[in-house]
């Protein structure tokens, strides 16, 4: 799937820059760059702070130009959800309606992940709003781009580490996500990025960067290809020239909110397929299905000198069913992705994606249709052979692929790790190993 071009000019829907960020530096940056965009004439700047959220409290404040106005939010379930759903949401619709807006900026606490927001947007219905039909937010505003900000020194330790958020003190104990899936979701949703704490833009140019920083540029050129990158010191140097000129430089073609399915294309955009600083994007394909004992074990390789790493899985013991995995630095999470079109009846592979359809075409095989193995891993500080090796390994051999084909139901007896979806620690003790988790978001992967 190709990302969506520009809104045309006769989309009159009011633009939404959405700023994100994690915390510290990153945060900081948020604040500042809202505060330089909110000083343009006609740009509404909203913010909602969940410091308090545990306790059912939420700050929202909106800011002009000219004015700023407070309010003490008070929510029965004190959840981010519920912000979105009963405040956030509906105020999109009601400042989309005033002559007087021509911007809206969302700078989001860390607690809000910009994927989500957007998803909402487009997606969860607003019933209530004077003067509007009821309907999602996406009726009245657009996404026109997500900035992140990210703390130069510190956000590839925090990518590829394991700690979770509540080990940080960022979320409650309740809250399974880790630093890692944060600080790699914020980077890969971005249409844009503001390196905080780096050397200046001019330095950058000149080459004269650190291998730190070089091995962050690498990162960054194979997460989000073609996405702009400002490299500023402090947050204060952040000016409205500044960011207001990298928000123009953000490609007609970038994603700006989107949400992809786990059928898109994993590599988007024009990526550099050759290494640099370390840094390399490995594509694993296969046209047979991995043994999940064997890739169970297998996944350790994920753990030590990856970034990210997603893709389609095929099982061999779940043959009707598209396994996603997604990981983030030290943790991995595995859940369902729908069926296979050839595990579909013909009603159900009426209502597929036509461009899904035409993809599967190009690849379909006489004895199992579409089902087929499509990863994609960023290393930073791994040995691409390895990987591939690992993975090589713990497909099918010759024998047992026969075994798929013709006695499934002796193959459905294989011992399955992935089988009930489980959130548990591994039981073999080994506190290095990551748990297998399914956490199914909206377009189906575990996230």
């Known amino acids: 799937m190709t990302a969506p071009d520009s809104p045309p000019e006769s989309d009159r829907r009011t633009p939404v820059v959405v700023l994100a960020g994690f915390a510290g530096l990153a945060a900081t940056g948020v604040d500042r760059a809202a505060a330089v965009l909110g000083m343009a004439p006609g740009t509404v700047v909203v913010r909602h702070d969940l410091t308090q959220l545990r306790e059912g409290i939420v700050h929202r404040t909106v800011r002009t130009a000219t ?33 007087s807006v021509d911007r809206i900026v969302l700078a989001l606490d860390p607690a809000f992940e910009a994927e989500a927001v957007c998803h909402a947007i487009e997606q969860v219905v607003v ?47 309740d809250d399974d996500r880790t630093v890692a899936q944060v600080a790699v979701g914020q980077v890969d949703f971005a249409d844009a990025v503001i390196a905080l704490g780096a050397a200046t833009v001019d330095a950058a140019l000149l080459g004269d960067a650190s291998a730190d920083r070089g091995k962050l540029a690498a990162v960054l050129a194979r997460m989000i290809p073609g996405a ?49 600083h370390g840094v390399e994007l490995v594509e694993f394909a296969a046209a047979r299905p991995f043994h999940p004992a064997r890739l169970h074990e297998a996944l350790d390789v994920l753990f030590e000198g990856v970034v990210t790493a997603r893709g389609r899985l095929w099982l061999a013991t779940q043959p009707d069913e598209v396994v996603w995995l997604e990981s983030a630095g030290g943790g991995l999470r ?27 075409a190009l690849r379909w095989d006489e004895r199992f249709g579409d089902r087929d193995v499509s990863l994609s891993i960023l290393v ?35 011992e399955d790790p992935f089988g009930e979806w489980h959130a548990d620690p591994c039981a073999s003790g080994d506190q290095q190993e990551q748990p297998v988790e399914d956490a199914k978001s909206p377009r189906g992967e575990a996230k």
Request: charged fraction near 30%; include cysteine.
């Open 334 to 360: 595995v859940g369902g992705a729908g069926r296979w079109l050839a595990a579909m009846p013909e009603e159900e592979l009426a209502a597929v994606d036509p461009e899904r359809r035409a993809m599967a």
């Open 67 to 99: 004015r700023e106005t407070s309010a003490v939010l008070e929510l029965a379930h004190g959840c981010v959800s519920c912000t979105l759903r009963m405040d956030l949401l509906p105020l999109l619709r009601t400042l989309s309606q005033r002559e």
């Open 228 to 276: 702009p990158v400002a490299w500023a010191g402090e947050p204060n140097s952040l000016t409205p020239a500044l960011v207001e000129t990298l928000l123009t430089r953000v490609p007609a073609d970038s994603r700006r909110g989107r949400i992809f399915d786990a059928h898109a294309p994993l590599l988007r955009g024009h990526p550099p397929l050759t290494g640099d």
């Open 127 to 173: 019933a209530g709003v004077h003067g509007r039909v009821d309907g999602p937010a996406g009726r009245d505003v657009r996404v026109d781009a997500v900035l992140t900000c990210l703390d130069a020194r510190a956000w590839l330790a925090d990518a590829t580490g394991d700690d979770t958020l509540a080990e940080r003190g960022l979320a409650t104990a």
């Open 380 to 414: 930073h500080d791994a040995d691409p052979a390895e990987i591939r090796e690992a993975l090589h390994w713990a497909l099918v051999e010759d024998d047992e692929l026969r075994l798929v084909e013709r006695a499934p139901e002796r193959v459905a007896q294989w």
